[in-house]
Nanobody, 114 residues
Framework: QVQLAESGGGLVEPGGSLRLACAGA????????MGWYRQAPGKQRELVAV??????DYADSVRGRFTISRDNLNDTMYLQMNNLKSEDTAVYYC?????????WGQGTQVTVSS
């Protein structure tokens, strides 16, 4: 069973930066897709960034501010978040999709506030 664990969330002022990490365990063999989602209070979970065959893609709301990357050697995925805005406040989740199944981490809270 794939296990994902996020870290790096916290409280940051508008314009600040955070780096989230997603440590994976029992990762599958073969091609899989990993990405970051977020869910703000009262809203649906939304895709923030995804790595598909090594190619990143981003939601329009974070493009140019967030960067997704992956360290294959250590089975860790990152989300560098710069120029954070109050609307980025949410619980951020790591996601892995493989053979029609989706795996999720427990989430990490990001709060952007002065």
């Amino acid at each position: 069973q794939v296990q994902l664990a996020e870290s790096g969330g916290g409280l940051v002022e508008p314009g600040g930066s955070l780096r989230l990490a997603c440590a994976g365990a029992r990762m599958p063999s073969g091609n899989y897709v990993m990405g970051w989602y977020r869910q703000a209070p009262g809203k649906q979970r939304e895709l923030v960034a995804v790595l598909f065959s090594g190619t990143p893609d981003y939601a329009d709301s974070v493009r140019g501010r967030f960067t997704i990357s992956r360290d294959n050697l250590n089975d860790t995925m990152y989300l560098q978040m710069n120029n954070l805005k109050s609307e980025d406040t949410a619980v951020y989740y790591c996601n892995l999709r493989f053979m029609g199944r989706a795996y999720w981490g427990q989430g990490t809270q990001v709060t952007v506030s002065s």
